[in-house]
């Protein structure tokens, strides 16, 4: 590069010409910027320069030597987009958020909503009393899977420029006003959001958010991960499902149905564990279908391929499985086929290892009402005869169920029942490779045919020797790895599942081996476990096309601040592109390549300042007080997006 002046002659890439990329993740207000990363995506503009390539210039990890930092969403990354004409725009990166929860945003009509505020089925505030005179309605400090996309003839007021729509649904909130814990206690909000997209920028604004009303899908369990279908609609989670033959003693599960139906026993554990689909409408509101024939499984990140039928499935769940549903048609999850991987000799953490083959139990064909009807009238004792302790008695089969041994056998023919409501323990009994721990996002690089999934650890279940290793699983490894990787499974057409039957998919994971092994270390000056240079915990995964890039979000309780990474999959360059707030995880990531020419990144965080004395004993003293001043007494969380500020335009020599 010979000239870093900005130029307006026709061989610099005008502004309008590079790559919208903006962003949505959560952190302290940073300010309103002037613009967002206005890059262009399809090539367009007056001299025809045309986007070739995109390159993040990472950042240093931020240190107690300035604490803010630590405390806050901190981008200090930037970004480098070259041009077919010899030009090249540099981008220093910020964030700009939407909201953080529990402030109260415009509802559309006038009037004004609380963000991340949890409601029972009946759409009535549930309320904190933990505190006597401080009584408030729940809201989340956990925003997480979000989507991003556009709806045909929208009819929104208050809109300026485009009309652009989020789906964000929030995973749960951490505690109450007491100090007591609310995991899982309290039913997930999904909200569509209504955006004003600047036709000049890109910048988005709030315009509307709006409650998604979940009455009719009994209520959701733990949101986590979500997708963007390719027939745009937001692909939510439900995962943890509720261990239903035990759920009337789970004290958990007995306070999650109090909070959403009034009574501890009205929730029925078969409804969830599903597989939740948001349908945005023109008018900013948006409807659930709760699919039920994807397997009930720890759903987190699903991924629907470019044939519009087959979904790869994380399962965050120890002893859990590598699951593929295949639908009968296309754009429609309402009936399908469930397969649960079988793999053969050579799984390695080695990246140079070639890996291991998948073959595919195919277990069982329905639709989703068949399985729900199931879930109305059946009873666990009805499907399957479950213990937790050995009863001596050859015709059950024992297996490890989210680490603890199980004793199973199942009812004459319940196997369709078994096969969608008791999916784990169905998928043992099939000899399926039930090894894997938390198995958490995936996503798809559709030209090179490859998916990838987060290990956010490789341990427990996986490692030789332990309680819940099955050496039949050939899912093995020699000794933990508590920082986990990135997987990479090759995709092919033409496979036939483990009882000679085809299957009709064209993308079928084949082989799975190591791509992106973090690194265990000895604590650190400022007390990380794992190398900080290097991905931990990853979590949510998101692959842009047009970038090239793999987007990592960690989940790591061993890296003091988490990071959302960014891996060239061609140069092989990672690099750090934002921190998130200490003691809290980067979710929520999602990758649009386009909308209305503009491109979009989004990451959210969750639990800012949710400390571990193993891990942040040398800098909680420090960073409680300010996280506590930034985010609402650590209740809150916030929701936006990446920008960026032009730095610099150049001409290559």
Same mark, same amino acid.
Request: glycine share 10%; net charge negative.
């Given at each position: 590069?010979?000239?870093?002046?900005?130029?307006?002659?026709?061989? $610099?890439?005008?502004?309008?010409?590079? +790559?919208?990329?903006?962003?949505?993740?959560?952190?302290?207000?940073?300010?309103?910027?002037?613009?967002?990363?206005?890059?262009?995506?399809?090539?367009?503009?007056?001299?025809?320069?045309?986007?070739?390539?995109?390159?993040?210039?990472?950042?240093?990890?931020?240190?107690?030597?300035?604490?803010?930092?630590?405390?806050?969403?901190?981008?200090?990354?930037?970004?480098?987009?070259?041009?077919?004409?010899?030009?090249?725009?540099? /981008?220093?990166?910020?964030?700009?958020?939407?909201?953080?929860?529990?402030?109260?945003?415009?509802?559309?009509?006038?009037?004004?909503?609380?963000?991340?505020?949890? #409601?029972?089925?009946?759409?009535?505030?549930?309320?904190?009393?933990?505190?006597?005179?401080?009584?408030?309605?729940?809201?989340?400090?956990?925003?997480?899977?979000?989507?991003?996309?556009?709806?045909?003839?929208?009819?929104?007021?208050? $809109?300026?420029?485009?009309?652009?729509?989020?789906?964000?649904?929030?995973?749960?909130?951490?505690?109450?006003?007491?100090?007591?814990?609310?995991?899982?206690?309290?039913? =997930?909000?999904?909200?569509?959001?209504?955006?004003?997209?600047?036709?000049?920028?890109?910048?988005?604004?709030?315009?509307?958010?709006?409650?998604?009303?979940?009455?009719?899908?009994?209520?959701?369990?733990?949101?986590?991960?979500?997708?963007?279908?390719?027939?745009?609609?937001?692909?939510?989670?439900?995962?943890?499902?509720?261990?239903?033959?035990?759920?009337?003693?789970?004290?958990?599960?007995?306070? /999650?149905?109090?909070?959403?139906?009034?009574?501890?026993?009205?929730?029925?554990?078969?409804? /969830? &564990?599903?597989?939740?689909?948001?349908?945005?409408?023109?008018?900013?509101?948006? =409807?659930?279908?709760?699919?039920?024939?994807?397997?009930?499984?720890?759903?987190?990140?699903?991924?629907?391929?470019?044939?519009?039928?087959?979904?790869?499935?994380?399962?965050?769940?120890?002893?859990?499985?590598?699951?593929?549903?295949?639908?009968?048609?296309?754009?429609?999850?309402?009936?399908?086929?469930?397969?649960?991987?079988?793999?053969?000799?050579?799984?390695? $953490?080695?990246?140079?290892?070639?890996?291991?083959?998948?073959?595919?139990?195919?277990?069982?064909?329905?639709?989703?009402?068949?399985?729900?009807?199931?879930?109305?009238?059946?009873?666990?004792?009805?499907?399957?005869?479950?213990?937790?302790?050995?009863?001596?008695?050859?015709?059950?089969?024992?297996?490890?169920?989210?680490?603890?041994?199980?004793?199973?056998?199942?009812?004459?023919?319940?196997?369709?029942?078994?096969?969608?409501?008791?999916?784990?323990?169905?998928?043992?009994?099939?000899?399926?490779?039930?090894?894997?721990?938390?198995?958490? &996002?995936?996503?798809?690089?559709?030209?090179?045919?490859?998916?990838?999934?987060?290990?956010?650890?490789?341990?427990?279940?996986? #490692?030789?020797?332990?309680?819940?290793?099955?050496?039949?699983?050939?899912?093995?490894?020699?000794?933990?790895?508590?920082?986990?990787?990135?997987?990479?499974?090759?995709?092919?057409?033409?496979?036939?599942?483990?009882?000679?039957?085809?299957?009709?998919?064209?993308?079928?994971?084949?082989?799975?081996?190591?791509?992106?092994?973090?690194?265990?270390?000895?604590?650190?000056?400022?007390?990380?476990?794992?190398?900080?240079?290097?991905?931990?915990?990853?979590?949510?995964?998101?692959? =842009?096309?047009? +970038?090239?890039?793999?987007?990592?979000?960690?989940?790591?309780?061993?890296?003091?601040?988490?990071? +959302?990474?960014?891996?060239?999959?061609?140069?092989?360059?990672?690099?750090?592109?934002?921190?998130?707030?200490?003691?809290?995880?980067?979710?929520?990531?999602?990758? #649009?390549?386009?909308?209305?020419?503009?491109?979009?990144?989004?990451?959210?965080?969750?639990?800012?300042?949710?400390?571990?004395?193993?891990?942040?004993?040398?800098?909680?003293?420090?960073?409680?007080?300010?996280?506590?001043?930034? /985010?609402?007494?650590?209740?809150?969380?916030?929701?936006?997006?990446?920008?960026?500020?032009?730095?610099?335009?150049?001409?290559?020599?």
């Amino acid at each position: 590069m010979t000239d870093l002046t900005p130029s307006s002659g026709p061989a $610099v890439a005008s502004r309008r010409q590079i +790559l919208k990329f903006l962003g949505a993740a959560p952190v302290l207000p940073l300010g309103t910027l002037t613009s967002a990363l206005s890059l262009s995506a399809c090539g367009g503009g007056n001299d025809g320069a045309k986007f070739t390539s995109a390159t993040f210039n990472g950042m240093a990890a931020p240190t107690l030597a300035n604490p803010a930092d630590m405390a806050k969403t901190y981008v200090a990354s930037s970004l480098d987009v070259a041009f077919d004409n010899n030009t090249v725009r540099s /981008y220093k990166l910020a964030y700009q958020p939407f909201f953080m929860t529990g402030d109260m945003v415009p509802n559309g009509n006038g009037g004004t909503i609380l963000a991340g505020g949890y #409601v029972d089925i009946n759409n009535q505030p549930i309320i904190d009393k933990s505190v006597a005179g401080k009584e408030r309605q729940f809201f989340s400090d956990s925003p997480d899977g979000t989507s991003l996309l556009t709806v045909a003839n929208p009819t929104v007021a208050g $809109v300026k420029g485009n009309t652009v729509f989020a789906v964000v649904q929030f995973e749960y909130t951490t505690r109450d006003q007491a100090g007591n814990s609310t995991y899982g206690v309290l039913p =997930s909000p999904i909200a569509v959001l209504t955006l004003d997209q600047d036709k000049n920028t890109g910048k988005l604004s709030l315009v509307k958010y709006h409650n998604v009303d979940m009455s009719s899908a009994h209520g959701l369990w733990i949101t986590c991960g979500a997708s963007l279908s390719p027939w745009g609609t937001h692909l939510s989670s439900e995962e943890y499902e509720p261990d239903a033959p035990f759920a009337s003693t789970n004290a958990q599960f007995k306070a /999650y149905s109090k909070n959403v139906f009034g009574s501890e026993t009205a929730a029925n554990p078969y409804h /969830y &564990g599903h597989l939740p689909e948001i349908t945005v409408k023109a008018d900013g509101t948006g =409807s659930v279908k709760k699919h039920y024939c994807l397997g009930r499984i720890s759903h987190e990140l699903v991924q629907v391929m470019p044939d519009n039928r087959t979904v790869l499935m994380g399962d965050d769940y120890t002893n859990g499985g590598l699951f593929v549903f295949v639908a009968d048609k296309e754009k429609d999850l309402s009936a399908g086929t469930l397969y649960v991987a079988k793999l053969g000799a050579g799984f390695s $953490v080695d990246p140079a290892a070639a890996g291991a083959p998948i073959t595919w139990i195919n277990l069982g064909h329905a639709t989703s009402a068949e399985v729900e009807n199931l879930a109305n009238t059946l009873k666990p004792a009805d499907i399957m005869t479950v213990s937790k302790t050995d009863p001596l008695d050859a015709t059950y089969t024992k297996m490890y169920v989210d680490g603890a041994a199980n004793w199973v056998k199942l009812k004459p023919g319940m196997e369709k029942a078994a096969a969608f409501l008791e999916t784990h323990r169905y998928a043992n009994l099939l000899g399926a490779s039930m090894g894997f721990t938390k198995l958490e &996002g995936t996503t798809v690089n559709i030209k090179d045919k490859i998916a990838y999934s987060a290990l956010q650890n490789i341990q427990s279940s996986m #490692v030789r020797g332990n309680a819940a290793w099955n050496a039949n699983n050939n899912i093995t490894v020699e000794k933990t790895i508590n920082a986990g990787g990135v997987f990479a499974h090759n995709l092919a057409g033409g496979q036939k599942d483990t009882a000679g039957a085809a299957i009709a998919s064209e993308w079928m994971p084949v082989q799975t081996r190591a791509f992106i092994i973090g690194e265990d270390i000895a604590a650190d000056a400022l007390g990380n476990l794992a190398n900080p240079d290097k991905v931990a915990n990853p979590d949510n995964l998101k692959f =842009s096309e047009k +970038l090239r890039t793999l987007f990592i979000g960690e989940d790591s309780g061993y890296h003091v601040n988490n990071f +959302l990474w960014a891996y060239n999959v061609d140069t092989k360059k990672l690099s750090r592109i934002m921190s998130i707030p200490a003691g809290g995880e980067s979710t929520g990531l999602h990758a #649009v390549d386009e909308i209305n020419g503009w491109t979009y990144i989004m990451s959210n965080f969750q639990h800012a300042g949710d400390w571990s004395s193993s891990l942040h004993s040398k800098v909680q003293p420090t960073l409680d007080p300010l996280i506590r001043a930034n /985010y609402k007494d650590r209740f809150g969380a916030s929701v936006g997006y990446l920008t960026g500020d032009l730095t610099a335009m150049s001409v290559n020599a």
